[in-house]
């Protein structure tokens, strides 16, 4: 797994700008959302979603990372993750799982709703070229239109990123089948703001 130090990756003003932000208002949304009287979170990143809900919450908040320098609650690998089944009403993973090789992901996958009670929150990065509309009148709601434009070239690992959905042999009907192997795929969304994210709620099947 693919390792992001503070130096390398979460500095001020370089990492977080108003797209991400886009992304963390949805993640920060989609938690709530779901109601949970505990979290996890899977990658600490720069750490502005956590210490949101650390900050004007009372949910217990936990986070788990490989990497220890940025100083998660527990370091822990997302492919064997060191936690009893059901232990949080919701586990996330916010581009995360790109990190891994391909075919790491659905072990990963599996983890994750292993430990999950009833939610699992993932975001992946979306490769596209976004064409989009916006349209405000005065007294009318806004409309906004995002169509991504398809350009399946193949993935080059870049470092950080083994596979991207959207590139050659990464569509997206290879991750929805994956994801309802495990669970019921209870709503996608792309942000207009940031179509690079493309998100996935994963309720936890019932016995």
Same mark, same amino acid.
């Given at each position: 797994m693919v390792q992001i130090t503070k130096e390398a990756g979460y500095k001020a003003g370089t990492y977080a700008k108003l797209d991400r932000f886009a992304s963390y208002a949805i993640q920060t949304q989609f938690i709530v959302a779901t109601n949970p009287s505990r979290v996890l979170e899977i990658g600490v990143g720069?750490?502005?979603?956590?210490?949101?809900?650390?900050?004007?919450?009372?949910?217990?908040?936990?986070t788990a990372d490989f990497a220890? #320098?940025? &100083?998660? /609650?527990? +370091?822990?690998?997302?492919?064997? *993750?060191?936690?009893? #089944?059901? &232990?949080? /009403?919701? +586990?996330?993973?916010?581009?995360? *799982?790109?990190?891994?090789?391909?075919?790491?992901?659905?072990?990963?996958?599996?983890?994750l709703m292993r430990v999950a009670k009833k939610y699992?929150?993932?975001?992946?990065?979306?490769?596209?070229?976004?064409?989009?509309?916006?349209?405000?009148?005065?007294?009318?709601?806004?409309?906004?239109?995002?169509i991504r434009l398809p350009h399946p070239k193949e993935h080059i690992f870049d470092g950080q990123h083994y596979w991207e959905i959207g590139k050659r042999r990464f569509p997206t009907r290879r991750i929805r089948a994956v994801f309802e192997k495990y669970a019921a795929l209870e709503q996608e969304h792309v942000p207009f703001e940031n179509p690079s994210h493309h998100f996935f709620i994963l309720k936890k099947r019932t016995l």
């Open positions: 720069d750490g502005v979603v956590s210490g949101h809900f650390r900050r004007h919450s009372d949910i217990p908040y936990t220890a #320098d940025l &100083s998660p /609650d527990v +370091v822990a690998d997302v492919r064997a *993750l060191p936690f009893d #089944d059901n &232990s949080f /009403d919701t +586990v996330c993973a916010f581009q995360v *799982l790109e990190h891994l090789p391909f075919e790491d992901f659905e072990k990963a996958v599996g983890e699992v929150i993932i975001s992946l990065p979306h490769f596209n070229h976004p064409l989009k509309f916006s349209l405000k009148i005065p007294l009318f709601p806004e409309i906004k239109i995002c």
